[in-house]
């Protein structure tokens, strides 16, 4: 897998954008201790965003190393894997029909007879049992695993 240029664009994009709001801070910072205020005090800090809260920068040779350790496997090697392993899994044949890209992508879990949304929804509730004949169908899934 290969990080789209789009995502490469919005991770530089953010990151313009989070220095931006460091200069920004850093100049609000100065104003008020020139103004008397003690912004090292922790009432000050306390008005400032907590930094579990606030939106950092990206690495985007990070994110490019860890799609690169993701590693493509069959369907047929998912049954394989230890019950409980997280699978990506992608609909990529030709008759895959949802409405809604985000639902041809997920992580899923593997269990004993198939694999299943991590977490399900109302709207993220595709299953992928082993007794179906996908391939048949045109309806190819590509799975990866960390």
Do not use: H
Request: with cysteine.
């Amino acid at each position: 897998m290969e990080l789209p240029k789009y995502i490469q664009k919005k991770i530089e994009m953010q990151n313009r954008l989070i220095s931006k709001a460091e200069q920004l801070e850093l100049e609000i910072d100065s104003w008020c201790d020139k103004n008397g205020i003690d912004i090292y005090s922790r009432e000050y800090q306390q008005c400032k965003a907590n930094s579990e809260e606030a939106v950092g920068s990206i690495d985007k040779s990070l994110v490019e190393r860890l799609l690169k350790k993701m590693k493509r496997i069959g369907f047929s090697d998912v049954q394989k894997l230890e019950n409980g392993t997280r699978v990506y899994v992608e609909c990529v044949g030709s008759e895959w029909y949802f409405s809604d890209e985000r639902n041809y992508k997920s992580w899923n879990i593997k269990q004993e007879d198939g694999l299943y949304y991590e977490i399900e929804t109302k709207d993220n509730t595709i299953s992928f049992p082993y007794n179906y004949d996908y391939n048949g169908n045109r309806m190819e899934i590509a799975c990866y695993i960390e």
